[in-house]
């Protein structure tokens, strides 16, 4: 990671030197300096790392020295800056003294030679780094730096595959086998708990999945929730509970209190429930009493490495264990995952067979290893001589270490710039279902995503993830209509691999940390995450700290942490944000999934310049509203304000560079003056009033850039206009790709697909009071991929009718109101996918191809 790590510094000095030119004076040269200097260092790292990983400590060392040197650095500038900025906002709120009239520069003298003294400091340490590498025998090699060149994979490695069930070799059977025990209600009325057994990398997880996705709608209630090793029965019973109800308790309740909840909801319906990654005996004693055994074919379904935790669920059961893959099923899968892009008629050529098969044996049957080593092999070109390269590298003669060996080189195997991007992953929970646009952002704001010169930093990453999905290093759990990645997930065993390495690199830190490191706590690691309610672990958390994750936890005093570029902070309860402001380095603030956030009276979000990302979708805000300086700030391009739309930004900010605004409240005010958002790309907008529809049409008709709108009409007045309902307002209306109405139309308005923008792929109506049926309409918008109909949304009758169409629709949800039936004829939605219907009163009339979604 050295490598990354030098690469950021090196821009960081660079940007320095052009931004803080006249103010820097003749420290300057000191800047000028370790920027060369770290730029022939440069040159000699990756014959460093290659030293190192062949097990030479002399380089570990070397780079261990280096990393530490850059850190310093890093520091050094953040904390320049820091002081500036303090030492202007004091001036600025200081009383009138004789102090004022003192001239700018005066002021930040001090403030200079400190960074002078740190340079010179680091300067000496910088010289004895580049005199050792002489002693170390290590040598520059050409050509670093045109590593990036190979981000964009050539074009037929451009398809990027998912890993789900249609990759899957070999479970077919078991899938059969476990589905009968599920679905044999007759034999087994009671409430059975069948456990999956294996060892990690089995598929387990997968098995699971396919079994959930197939056997969920013979259940009136379904879900299916990852435990893993360290689990909290109150986190998990309030997730059941608001996964099955679909909206969150307003407040944390008692584990008794939860319990009886969750027995009362379930109780005389028929369930099955899906239980991950389970880990302790106990959690079935603990769990039981919350789900009632009806004797109505009710289900419990466990996955376990554990074989003492399979046979305490249920003593009548017999746990059904995972076998491994036998020699063909493995050279099967492998060849899948290698060969990603050939036609179902192609073989493996046969030079290249004897090496796969060689390659497959050597993951033992263990289908994560298959996968992984199919994931590297992907990547090189089909010759001989690129996958005998791969099979060279791997110790044949090394027995019991197969797995992870797989495992451990294919992060070896990484460009520089994917390791950071892979370690990152660390910071998440096990089995966290991780939001690819934090993600992204998170990378981004870390400046770990180094710059290109033909595309933004962003789509950058974007290609970054797509690839380390190539890689099988990341599964994909779903993705936009846009086929971008929405949602994905890391295997338990390479999650432990990021950690691992990530540990050993002190480029993450996890609390509680590993059983074999919890005797090394220290404060400086780089970036840090608290996870399992372990808040007492703060104080080992370094305060020159870049990214700090809090799991189901907030802290009282952010302030300490003021190099912080990242904060995150998931499912916690009520949060106040003091000393926020005082973070001028902050990139990403996310707050998401708390019950409520407030922010303090002096909290001046305007101090946070360099502030990109806001984050609090799934949070309520105390009071409604964000403090205005937020709007200040002209770094911002994602603003996404939580469950209560806030304010619209006032007429007289720039916010050019805002990309993401979700979601404003529209004045009730007949003249509404709004900023310019040319560029933005997603909007969302509450009339929360019901009136001012003008200065809805006047935002739309000033936004040329638009992909995605989502309107809601949450007052009691005007309909939606005809000029939103067909956002013709907009001027490259014919490029939006995603609509969202909520609220009533005019009454007479009438659907008609050839007034809608024709590259639609997502549509969502809700209340509508459509008097005529929509459905024929919509089954003729061409790109459809998704559906979500809510409410009242058609009141002329007590059906609707899907009589053709809807070529490439893949995903419909409904949930109607006072419509009775649903019908759809043959032969239309041949592409469905995925289809739920919320309201269990309306009854679903489906052609023989559709009707597995009616039961």
Not at 303 to 331: C, G, H, I, Q, W
Not at 438 to 451: H, K
Not at 550 to 566: A, W
């Amino acid at each position: 990671m050295a490598m990354s790590l030098v690469s950021f510094v090196v821009g960081k000095l660079s940007d320095l030197m052009v931004k803080e030119a006249e103010l820097l004076g003749g420290v300057w040269q000191q800047v000028e300096w370790a920027e060369r200097e770290l730029k022939r260092i440069q040159c000699c790292l990756r014959d460093a790392d290659t030293k190192q990983r062949k097990g030479d400590a002399r380089a570990e060392n070397w780079l261990n020295e280096l990393r530490g040197v850059a850190f310093r650095i890093d520091d050094a500038i953040d904390t320049f800056y820091l002081e500036l900025e303090e030492n202007s906002h004091n001036n600025r709120h200081s009383d009138r003294s004789v102090f004022h009239k003192i001239p700018k520069l005066s002021k930040e003298v001090p403030i200079l030679h400190k960074l002078a003294n740190e340079l010179g400091a680091i300067q000496k340490l910088l010289e004895e780094i580049s005199k050792s590498k002489d002693d170390y025998a290590i040598e520059p090699l050409q050509g670093q730096g045109r590593e990036l060149d190979v981000v964009v994979l050539p074009q037929r490695r451009t398809a990027y595959h998912d890993v789900d069930e249609t990759e899957v070799v070999g479970l077919d059977a078991d899938r059969n086998s476990i589905l009968q025990l599920l679905l044999n209600y007759e034999a087994i009325p009671r409430r059975a708990v069948i456990t999956i057994v294996g060892a990690g990398g089995l598929g387990k997880t997968t098995l699971a999945r396919m079994v959930y996705n197939r056997a969920k709608i013979d259940f009136k209630y379904h879900l299916m929730l990852s435990v893993s090793e360290q689990f909290s029965l109150n986190n998990l019973l309030t997730k059941m509970i608001s996964e099955l109800e679909g909206s969150e308790p307003k407040k944390k309740w008692e584990v008794g209190h939860l319990i009886n909840d969750l027995r009362d909801l379930l109780s005389s319906k028929r369930y099955m429930i899906i239980l991950d990654d389970v880990w302790e005996i106990d959690l079935w004693e603990q769990l039981k009493y919350a789900l009632p055994d009806d004797k109505n074919g009710s289900r419990v379904l466990m996955t376990s490495r554990f074989m003492n935790v399979a046979k305490s669920a249920d003593s009548k059961m017999t746990p059904y264990e995972l076998a491994f893959l036998n020699e063909k099923k493995s050279l099967d899968l492998f060849l899948k995952k290698a060969l990603p892009y050939q036609e179902s008629d192609e073989e493996c050529p046969c030079y290249l067979l004897e090496l796969a098969d060689k390659l497959s044996r050597k993951c033992k049957g263990l289908p994560l290893a298959l996968i992984v080593l199919g994931g590297i092999i992907s990547t090189r070109d089909k010759t001989f001589h690129d996958w005998k390269r791969v099979s060279d590298t791997l110790d044949w003669h090394e027995e019991g270490k197969d797995c992870m060996q797989v495992l451990a080189m294919s992060y070896e195997d990484m460009p520089y710039y994917l390791k950071a991007c892979f370690l990152y992953l660390a910071s998440f929970p096990e089995d966290y279902v991780i939001c690819a646009r934090s993600l992204i952002s998170m990378w981004v704001a870390e400046g770990i995503i180094p710059r290109h010169e033909k595309r933004t930093t962003e789509d950058t990453a974007e290609v970054f993830l797509e690839q380390l999905v190539q890689r099988s290093l990341v599964q994909v759990s779903s993705r936009h209509t846009n086929g971008s990645i929405k949602y994905c997930r890391v295997h338990d065993l390479l999650r432990d691999l990021a950690l691992h390495e990530g540990i050993k690199e002190n480029f993450v830190s996890v609390f509680p940390k590993p059983q074999d490191s919890v005797n090394h706590l220290d404060r400086v690691t780089r970036r840090a995450s608290l996870q399992s309610n372990c808040a007492e672990f703060i104080e080992y958390v370094s305060l020159t700290a870049r990214s700090l994750f809090l799991f189901g936890q907030g802290m009282p005093m952010y302030s300490e942490f003021k190099l912080l570029r990242i904060l995150e902070i998931v499912g916690a309860g009520e949060i106040e944000l003091r000393g926020l402001d005082r973070l001028i380095h902050l990139k990403y603030l996310g707050i998401r999934n708390c019950m409520w956030l407030e922010f303090s009276n002096d909290c001046s979000l305007g101090r946070l310049k360099n502030l990109e990302t806001l984050n609090l979708r799934g949070t309520t805000l105390v009071d409604g509203d964000i403090p205005i300086g937020l709007w200040t700030i002209g770094t911002l391009r994602h603003a996404i304000c939580g469950r209560i739309p806030v304010c619209a930004p006032p007429s007289n900010v720039d916010l050019r560079n805002l990309r993401t605004l979700k979601s404003i409240c529209v004045p009730d005010t007949r003249k509404t003056h709004l900023p310019c958002l040319k560029n933005l790309r997603k909007l969302g907008v509450q009339n929360k009033h019901g009136k001012n529809w003008d200065g809805v049409v006047h935002l739309l008709g000033t936004l040329s850039h638009l992909l995605s709108i989502y309107v809601w009409n949450d007052g009691q007045g005007q309909c939606i206009p005809m000029e939103i309902v067909y956002p013709t307002m907009i001027p490259n209306y014919q490029n939006l790709q995603s609509l969202s109405l909520w609220g009533c139309w005019s009454e007479g308005v009438t659907l008609e697909a050839s007034l809608f923008p024709p590259h639609l792929v997502k549509l969502d109506l809700g209340y509508s009071k459509l008097r005529q049926d929509p459905m024929l309409e919509l089954g003729k918008f061409k790109n459809l991929k998704k559906l979500e109909l809510h409410g009242n949304v058609y009141i002329g009758g007590m059906e609707m009718i899907c009589p053709a169409g809807f070529p490439v629709l893949e995903n419909l949800f409904i949930d109607l109101t006072g419509i009775t039936s649903f019908t759809v004829k043959e032969g239309v939605m041949p592409k469905l996918k995925h289809f739920q219907n919320y309201n269990h009163k309306t009854i679903l009339n489906m052609p023989p191809e559709l009707k597995h979604f009616a039961k």
